[in-house]
């Protein structure tokens, strides 16, 4: 049964900073990785997907990597912001279960001004 | 593009009552999917719609749980007799039918308070 963690569950750093999410999930058969932004009450904002033959995306400041056979992904977020203050989280897309999305509890990040 | 709309935002009700939610999907996505939030856990599935085809249930989908696609355009999700524990956010999502490999978009979700 794939299971998915994110580490730390909760992290504060300066304005400024330059930052990393982990993500880790235990089956490495996927199809692909989503990264997720969720503010507090809000929806889920899709920020990145890593398909499985891939290795990283960017967009602007944020660049995700996916190392499938460790069972590992990364968001590395540059320059952190106020604005980028909210919940992360990642999910498996797992070909044993390809009509849902496998979430982890996400990472709480709060950047300071 | 619009983007995933649901309504209401939220809703109070009285254990035992019946509610309805509503989706409504971008518009050119044919897939369409429900999950549940509680506080400090990551969503969890609760059912896929191909079109108008409800093609997977979760476990966690009780018989007084229904879901519907009829058109396959909006979807409802219709919980009968609530309970307390089915006080949680329910988010609904959707995503081009092209492989698995299309990403997924979510609505802001409708907060549920059962008291």
């Known amino acids: 049964k794939q299971e998915v963690t994110q580490i730390p569950a909760a992290l504060s750093v300066p304005e400024g900073e330059n930052l990393v999410l982990n993500c880790s999930f235990t089956?490495?058969?996927?199809?692909?990785l989503q990264w997720f932004r969720q503010d507090p009450g809000k929806g889920l904002t899709s920020l990145l997907l890593?398909?499985?033959?891939?290795r990283e995306q960017t967009s602007g400041r944020l660049n995700a990597s996916l190392d499938k056979s460790s069972g590992r992904s990364t968001l590395y977020i540059a320059a952190s912001q106020p604005g980028d203050s909210a919940t992360y989280l990642c999910?498996?897309?797992?070909?044993?279960?390809?009509?849902?999305?496998?979430f982890g509890t996400g990472t709480l990040l709060a950047v300071q001004p | 593009d619009t983007g995933v709309s649901q309504d209401p935002r939220h809703k109070i009700t009285k254990r035992g009552q019946n509610v309805t939610f509503r989706c409504d999907p971008i518009?050119?996505?044919?897939?369409l999917y429900w999950y549940r939030q509680t506080l400090g856990q990551g969503p969890e599935f609760l059912t896929y719609?191909?079109?108008?085809?409800?093609?997977?249930k979760s476990r966690l989908l009780s018989d007084r749980f229904s879901a519907e696609r009829p058109k396959g355009s909006f979807s409802t999700l219709e919980i009968q007799r609530t309970e307390q524990g089915d006080s949680a956010m329910y988010l609904c999502?959707?995503?081009?039918?092209?492989?698995?490999?299309?990403?997924?978009?979510f609505g802001n979700g409708t907060r549920l308070t059962v008291t």
């Open positions: 999502a959707s995503s081009r039918g092209e492989g698995y490999n299309s990403p997924l978009h």
């Open positions: 089956d490495s058969a996927i199809y692909n």
């Open positions: 890593i398909q499985s033959s891939q």
């Open positions: 999910a498996v897309r797992d070909r044993g279960a390809t009509n849902k999305l496998i």
């Open positions: 518009s050119e996505h044919n897939r």
């Open positions: 719609f191909q079109n108008e085809a409800q093609l997977e």
